[in-house]
């Protein structure tokens, strides 16, 4: 039995971007089209109902975001999609861009009549480079339809987008650093307050969600959220689109129901690992998240039995390790990862994610002392409590978790 | 590579001389050079031309690692290695780069033809091991596959 769903990624390879009409004849715009009829208001309840919840990483309430957004007072505000997809292992932005651009453009036309703006602008990495231009094909397009421009579909709401370059660096993915670059400034966080929903972009308040999320909205709103809402197993609500790979024999992006088991994906959907054993973990939503043992692929697939034992949905990547993979190597990557991409800004991280990388090198090396295993607790510590921005509070996480989960095997490399 | 100031220009009316586009006109800039790097000459330029001082430019060119900081081989292989591409051996790939470029990572040919160097995840990990040359992506990378990219490449410089 397929245990895939097709429901935001229904029109995947079904059209190229210069037909426009076929997305259209398949059922494109039509959520625009019922949000334009029947307001704004009726656009929050549905993803209210629908239980949606953020996919850039951080899984916060949709419909909370998007009513604050509504009701900022200033005349002038941003709605902006994240696309700076650079969580190793995460790849299901790039195909939601590249394989259905019109949605992403129409779940941002629908975000800014939502809640009051006129402009949309679409961060794409630098990586993506093809896809950006793609992307600024598709709004030429889709304004020569009046779908963007003035009097969009003879209402009196008036939208433009622009498309704008990342330039190859993963902390540009957190808001107010992504804001930054987009100023022309280097992309450093800043102190958390004021965020970006009240003064963002160009100064002016700006809602930032991730690509999947503008997705989800648009098909939402075209199916009606019980639709949406049905794909789910078990009680739980809808799909999320996920980046299977590693040792996998069937990797790609994949749309699966919530309430499916992590061992269902990697066997159903994955056609299981390579060397068809069961596998011997998982990082599931990222480097910055943490490692799942093969003791708890019976998992759920859901936001609150992942939360319920330490484990993310994240950005939905879902990166699988066999038995040959040491589990320091694989901390290494993961801490080699984020010295590179450390802003340098804090001091916690700046030399935490360094200390980190180097301790765990030693590991690999077999020649780490119980000393500085201890010292690894200690950094990993005053980085969560200390650093500036989700990624130092993070960069520790799979190391913390593989310590809960494989401590014995990681202690053999420890010298005695 | 020094730019022609005409082609700057172009690139700079194109984003209306904005102090905020600083970032893609270094991009594009860069774009024009076969060396993959815009010089200091023509970034004080840039600076100039857009009120902004040469710190300006150099604090954003070296935070972005999109943005090089000093002149590439006319191919820039840059070989993937975060923890997918690692899981499925991207060190075979890596060694065997090595061996027949004659480079360690990070370094140049003599001749100036490649540059191999690391880079984090680019979001082609269902396709990993994977490599960009000159930001075109190449994947499921085996030996052999590599071989013959090499020898496609080194055909074009005979052209
Ligand atoms: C270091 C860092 C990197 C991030 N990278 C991304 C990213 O690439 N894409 C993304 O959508 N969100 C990313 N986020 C989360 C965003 O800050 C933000 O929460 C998200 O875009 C909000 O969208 P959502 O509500 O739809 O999830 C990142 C956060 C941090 C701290
Ligand atoms: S936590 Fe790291 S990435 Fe974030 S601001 Fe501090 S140094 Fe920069
Ligand atoms: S981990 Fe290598 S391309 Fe993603």
Known sequence: ???????????????????????????????????????PDFVIDSIQKAELRGRGGAAFPCFKKWTSAKNRPEPVK?????????????????????????????????????TGAKEGYIYIREEYDDIRRQMNEAIALAKSRNFLGNNILGTDFSFSIKAYT??????????????????GNVGRPRVKTPRVGERGLFDKPT???????????????????????????????????????????RPGVYEVPFGITVKEIIE?????????????????????????????????YTYDDFKKKGFDIGSGSIVVANGNVRVVDYLSSVSGFFEHESCGKCTPCREGTKRMHEIIDDLCLNRASDQQVNRLFEIADSMMDSSLCGLGQTAPTATLSAFKHFKEEIMESVTK | MEVNKERVEE??????????ALVPILMDTQNLCDDHYVE?????????????????????????????????????????????????????????????????????????????????????????????????????????KVKQLLAELRGAKDE
Not at chain 1, 273 to 288: C, H, M, V, W
Not at chain 2, 13 to 19: C, I, K, M, S, V
Not at chain 2, 111 to 136: Q, V, W, Y
């Open chain 1, 1 to 39: 039995m397929n245990k895939t769903r097709r429901l935001i990624s229904e029109y995947f390879d079904k059209y190229t971007v210069t037909e426009i009409d076929k997305y259209i004849d398949l059922g494109g715009f039509s959520g625009l089209k019922k949000a334009l009829k029947e307001g």
């Open chain 1, 78 to 114: 941003y709605v902006l999609v994240n696309a700076d997809e650079g969580e190793p292992g995460t790849f299901k932005d790039r195909d939601l861009l590249a394989k259905d651009p019109y949605r992403i453009i129409e779940g941002l036309i629908i975000a800014g009549y939502t």
């Open chain 1, 166 to 183: 990342g330039a190859g660096a993963y902390v540009c993915g957190e808001n107010t650093a992504l804001i930054e670059s987009m100023h």
């Open chain 1, 207 to 249: 809602m930032v969600n991730n690509v999947e999320t503008y997705a989800c909205v648009a098909a939402i709103m075209n199916h009606g959220w019980e639709a949406y809402a049905n794909q789910g197993l078990n009680g739980h609500k809808g799909t999320k689109m996920i980046s299977l790979c590693g040792n996998i024999m």
């Open chain 1, 268 to 300: 159903e959907i994955g056609g299981g690992t390579r060397d068809l054993s069961l596998g011997k973990f998982i990082q599931s939503g990222g480097a910055s998240c943490a490692l799942i043992p093969y003791t708890h692929f019976d998992t759920p």
């Open chain 2, 11 to 20: 690139i700079l009316e194109q984003y209306d001389f904005r102090q905020d």
């Open chain 2, 40 to 144: 200091e000459e023509t970034q004080r330029y840039i600076a100039r031309r857009l009120n902004l001082t040469y710190v300006d430019i150099y604090e954003v060119s070296s935070f972005f690692s999109a943005i090089n900081k000093a002149p590439k081989g006319k191919y820039h292989i840059q070989l993937c290695d975060s923890s997918v591409c690692r899981i499925n051996k991207k060190d075979i790939i890596e060694e065997y780069l090595e061996d027949v470029l004659g480079i360690r990572v990070g370094e140049t040919t003599a001749d100036k033809m490649f540059t191999l160097e690391h880079t984090p995840c680019f979001g082609a990990c269902d396709i990993s091991p994977a490599i960009r040359i000159n930001k075109k992506v190449y994947g499921h990378l085996t030996i052999q």
